[in-house]
């Protein structure tokens, strides 16, 4: 396909500053751009980046009257949004701490020797995954997940 990619994945939350604490704070994403388009029907939109692997999320807030405030309905098209951890227990407490809840706890992937991941629900109903792997963190953005 020609002239398209992937720039970012958007998400609706209901609250921009408890959001930023979880994904900013916790998970250690850096706001990069901040928008209001409360002029064009829209809402707060903040764009944060992951300087190591270069992803971007984009929390997108929309206030009653917007022309895109429809029912919120969590999860709705979303599965979920995956973090690597370099110590997964450590981070599901940091979220758990943040406001997030727990929906699947840690558990090994086999035949993974080491691998575990666990779930949880951020306050807006997206799921978060977080795996921890046996080794050290790469240097560099791996290639595949």
């Given amino acids: 396909m020609v002239g398209s990619y992937m720039a970012y994945l958007g998400i609706r939350v209901t609250d921009v500053e408890r959001a930023l604490r979880i994904y900013g704070g916790v998970l250690g994403l850096r706001e990069v751009a901040r928008g209001d388009n409360a002029a064009s029907g829209g809402g707060t939109t903040v764009l944060l980046k992951d300087e190591f ?16 405030a429809t029912e919120y309905s969590a999860g709705e098209g979303l599965d979920h949004v995956a973090f690597r951890s370099g110590d997964l227990t450590a981070t599901i407490a940091q979220l ?24 949880l ?25």
């Fill in 53 to 68: 692997s270069g992803q971007k999320l984009e929390l997108n807030w929309y206030p009653p009257g917007s022309r895109f």
């Fill in 96 to 119: 758990q701490a943040a406001g997030c809840r727990l929906a699947l706890p840690e558990y090994p992937i086999e035949p993974a020797p080491g691998f575990r991941v666990g779930y």
């Fill in 121 to 145: 629900v951020d306050p807006d109903g997206n799921w978060l995954e977080l795996w921890e792997q046996p080794g050290p963190m790469p240097d560099t953005p791996p290639e595949t997940y």
